[in-house]
């Protein structure tokens, strides 16, 4: 735990902290990105514009400024900063921190800002311990995680606190941060004297994937490396070979992260993007993501997205479901794009998924109708003799293969679970269908 926050008079960089440390900004006035928030009329800013402190949850990927800017905004309203984290510290911890505020506002008058970062780790429990501290204006509440407050903080500190959304800082944001860090005397690598190329920068950025604490470590580890001429030293592409030769992308198996890229590959192939849904499917690879999962879900968008439009679809996804069961990655990963862009290219039909759905609450929700007579074996005398089995008709000896025989309940005779489309081998299922119900009828 830290106690207050205060950037009036910067104390000099202390040797072995970390660029991205080091460079953390000392004014809102500093913040690179975050203009939903922070820019002229964002919500963020006219709030602390007002002096309009409130309990809040900064909710972003890593390294997009939330320890920052509770920080700043502890700064800005002249008040104390404690910073706590949910992954070392626990109820004893919490009861302390807040018997210090209590005593800290009844003799001074000043309020606290209690941050704690990762807050997704608390339990329930744990979580519930400070709302009566929050309702009683004891502490403003600032929670950072990583993870989605909807499902990570429980419900009742939710309603007590504002969500503030922080986006991944772009390429360039990242640029605009890594010059500052290499022109900064102070806290920067400045004294350095780096001439740094265009080319290189960038690569450091999108390396980085929106996360400045990574970029700014990267250069600090990169300039390092690098030799010195004339007293300078020069940054560009060729010296930072194996450094970033491979980024580690953004995901949690368990997380939102996963859910959202799955759902982006399964509305690219619904959408007949395969573009983007090979992109999607390369994430996700890429990622770490099991490979057995994904075939599973092209299985699955085999029968609910294309169905009989081509019902070669879901022999094609069940193929490429057996080549990650035989070959395992990296060598199923063609089989796995191969079924994907065949997929995203095939006609598309619900008919079938919205078939099953129809009859299914029929099924659970309507009177469980015994199966009509002239549809049930009869293996003995005896349920011969009560009509199993009367009035049966082979469809086989039918001159079109059709019989003139209703198959469903009497009182469901007139649904229509199945509306084929238009579109694909469906087309000519719908005709056979319709042919056969005439026959029926």
């Known amino acids: 735990m830290s106690s207050l926050f205060d950037d009036d008079d910067p104390s000099p960089a202390i040797v072995g902290t970390p660029l991205s440390e080091r460079m953390r900004p000392r004014q809102l006035d500093d913040v690179v990105g975050q203009e939903m928030l922070l820019g002229p009329g964002g919500a963020l800013r006219q709030a602390l514009d007002r002096g309009l402190l409130h309990s809040l949850i900064l909710w972003g990927p890593p390294g997009t400024g939330k320890t920052t800017l509770a920080r700043l905004m502890a700064t800005v309203a002249g008040v104390d900063f404690v910073a706590f984290s949910a992954v070392t510290s626990g109820i004893k911890e919490i009861k302390e921190v807040i018997a210090a505020a209590e005593r800290r506002r009844q003799m001074t008058g000043r309020r606290t800002v209690l941050f704690i970062d990762e807050i997704h780790r608390f339990n329930k429990a744990q979580q519930d311990a400070f709302l009566p501290h929050v309702e009683a204006g004891t502490i403003v509440l600032i929670g950072a995680t990583t993870e989605n407050p909807s499902f990570e903080v429980n419900s009742a500190l939710l309603s007590r606190a504002r969500v503030y959304v922080l986006e991944p800082l772009t390429p360039d944001n990242l640029i605009v941060i890594l010059r500052r860090a290499l022109t900064d005397s102070a806290r920067g690598l400045g004294d350095l004297h780096v001439e740094a190329d265009d080319q290189a920068l960038a690569a450091l950025a999108i390396h980085a994937n929106g996360d400045a604490r990574i970029a700014l470590n990267q250069l600090e580890h990169a300039v390092g490396l690098l030799p010195v001429r004339d007293g300078r030293r020069h940054l560009d592409l060729a010296s930072l070979q194996?450094?970033?030769?491979?980024?580690?992308?953004?995901?949690?198996?368990?997380?939102?992260?996963?859910?959202?890229?799955?759902?982006?590959?399964?509305?690219?192939?619904?959408?007949?993007?395969?573009?983007?849904?090979?992109?999607?499917?390369?994430?996700?690879?890429?990622?770490?993501?099991?490979?057995?999962?994904?075939?599973?879900?092209?299985?699955?968008?085999?029968?609910?997205?294309?169905?009989?439009?081509?019902?070669?679809?879901?022999?094609?996804?069940?193929?490429?479901?057996?080549?990650?069961?035989?070959?395992?990655?990296?060598?199923?990963?063609?089989?796995?794009?191969?079924?994907?862009?065949?997929?995203?290219?095939?006609?598309?039909?619900?008919?079938?998924?919205?078939?099953?759905?129809?009859?299914?609450?029929?099924?659970?929700?309507?009177?469980?109708?015994?199966?009509?007579?002239?549809?049930?074996?009869?293996?003995?005398?005896?349920?011969?003799?009560?009509?199993?089995?009367?009035?049966?008709?082979?469809?086989?000896?039918?001159?079109?293969?059709?019989?003139?025989?209703?198959?469903?309940?009497?009182?469901?005779?007139?649904?229509?679970?199945?509306?084929?489309?238009?579109?694909?081998?469906?087309?000519?299922?719908?005709?056979?269908?319709?042919?056969?119900?005439?026959?029926?009828?």
């Open 242 to 441: 194996g450094l970033i030769a491979r980024r580690a992308l953004r995901y949690d198996k368990d997380g939102e992260e996963h859910y959202n890229l799955i759902s982006a590959l399964h509305k690219s192939v619904r959408n007949s993007d395969a573009n983007a849904a090979v992109y999607w499917l390369a994430r996700m690879i890429e990622s770490g993501e099991d490979p057995m999962y994904l075939a599973r879900r092209l299985v699955r968008m085999a029968s609910e997205d294309i169905g009989n439009a081509d019902p070669r679809a879901l022999e094609v996804a069940l193929a490429a479901k057996e080549a990650v069961h035989f070959l395992g990655l990296p060598e199923a990963n063609a089989a796995l794009a191969q079924c994907t862009i065949y997929l995203s290219a095939a006609p598309k039909s619900n008919a079938v998924y919205m078939a099953y759905n129809a009859a299914a609450r029929d099924a659970l929700r309507d009177e469980a109708s015994p199966v009509p007579l002239h549809l049930r074996n009869a293996p003995t005398s005896l349920m011969k003799g009560l009509g199993y089995g009367r009035d049966y008709k082979y469809a086989h000896d039918e001159a079109e293969g059709v019989a003139a025989m209703s198959c469903l309940p009497p009182h469901l005779e007139d649904r229509r679970y199945y509306q084929p489309t238009d579109r694909g081998i469906e087309a000519r299922i719908k005709d056979a269908l319709e042919r056969a119900r005439k026959i029926r009828g």
